[in-house]
């Protein structure tokens, strides 16, 4: 499952921003791109080398338009295609169980980079699952947010069937081999946990009444980026369930699910006429533009909480330095969107999903920050 399908990696105008962004400024081209403009986005093999192509590939949309003219080496594509670009929410979530690990002096760095694997190998699949159930039910319109904002992987020719079914088929039996191994090592502990989050893959979309359909999606979200990746992929690690660990999970959990109400209050209006009641398209624009803004103000509520409680040791509060991103993606959050988007943005019609993107970005890494330093001085103000 993906948090849903996008996480922008771009500049904005007016505090819309995207999670690949690391400041203001963006490493990713958006002049427009065509045949006018060869070296628009990706850089012609003869330029850079191909590990650099795979680098944008996590960086920046490919878009639509582009599609005439494809990045080097089918894994660039791949990455594209599948929205690799998100992949960094997964990527936090495991590093913070590592970190969570380490803190309890049971970090192990085979066990860690399965679980990285695996996690992400699940993303990309999601992300992929997500894509074919909506365009096999009519949602992927050409005329729907999301073959506009990036290229589709399955209604566009940026990979041939043959190339798309060969990367899918890497990375399912990559992950399944992840899975296994912690089955094999951790028994009915690593089964429950691979249960969970296949039963929360297939619920969110793929079902005829889907999670996404009935106001759950986000729920899902938070779920999966929070307990399950951080509280499970820390039991993972050390072979065991830990409270603390499932409670530090909980912030960046809901980090993660802004980006999906974002973007659900992108789409109100689309979902709606498609008959796909996200949460947003639920309770409408109105309440949405005070639930999302409440959800991020949320995230440092939980994380001043498990300070005081004592689940998190002060050094959490680093997480501090990520509020005036959310304090930019609130004010975006509370105004309307713009009826067209800026000169050189790119992933319209998504906007409030990018001002949640990046700050879950900011925050992610500050948090994993404070995570570490807690890390290295357990015993500091915990119980």
């Known amino acids: 499952m993906a948090a849903d399908k996008d996480s922008t990696g771009a500049r904005s105008t007016g505090g819309g921003a995207a999670m690949s962004d690391a400041s203001s ?14 070296s628009a986005l990706v850089p012609p093999a003869a330029i850079a080398p191909r590990r650099m192509s795979w680098a944008r590939a996590l960086v920046g949309f490919y878009r639509p338009a582009a599609a005439e003219r494809r990045p080097p080496g089918a894994v660039t594509r791949f990455l594209y295609a599948a929205r690799g670009l998100i992949l960094v929410i997964t990527a936090q979530a495991a590093l913070l169980a590592g970190v969570l690990a380490a803190r309890d002096r049971e970090f192990h760095g085979w066990a860690f980079a399965r679980l990285l694997i695996g ?7 999601s992300n992929l699952s997500n894509d074919y159930f909506d365009l096999k039910r009519g949602r992927d319109t050409p005329d729907s947010p999301r073959v506009r904002y990036s290229v589709h992987p399955f209604a566009s020719d940026i990979l041939s069937r043959r190339a798309l079914a060969t990367g899918i088929v890497l990375v399912a039996l990559t992950g399944i081999a992840a899975m296994l191994s912690f089955i094999v090592e951790r028994g009915w502990l690593a089964a429950g946990f691979a249960l969970g989050g296949i039963a929360l893959l297939f619920l969110y979309d793929a079902t005829p009444v889907s999670l996404k359909s009935v106001g759950l999606g986000e729920l899902a979200v938070f779920v999966v980026w929070g307990p399950l990746m951080i509280g499970g992929g820390y039991a993972m690690i050390t072979g065991r369930i830990d409270a603390d660990a499932m409670y530090a999970s909980i912030p960046y959990g809901l980090s993660a699910a802004t980006i999906l109400l974002g973007k659900h209050f992108d789409k109100i209006d ?19 533009r005070v639930l999302v803004p409440l959800a991020i103000t949320l995230v440092y509520g939980a994380m001043a909480a498990l300070i005081a409680t004592r689940h998190l040791t002060p050094f959490a509060a680093v997480s501090v330095f990520a509020i005036p991103q959310a304090v930019t993606a609130i004010g975006v959050l509370r105004r309307p969107r713009p009826d067209a988007p800026p000169p050189g943005y790119s992933g319209w019609p998504l906007w409030y999903c990018r001002a949640c993107a990046r700050h879950n970005r900011w925050f992610g890494w500050a948090y994993l920050a404070g995570l570490a330093a807690g890390a290295i001085w357990p015993e500091f103000g915990r119980a």
Do not use: C, E, K, Q
């Open 119 to 125: 996690l992400l190998s699940a993303h990309l699949l």
């Open 270 to 288: 689309f979902d709606r006429a498609h008959g796909i009641y996200t949460l947003p398209a639920l309770i409408g624009s109105g309440a949405s």
């Open 25 to 38: 400024r963006t490493p990713v081209d958006h002049r427009p791109v065509g045949r006018a403009s060869a």
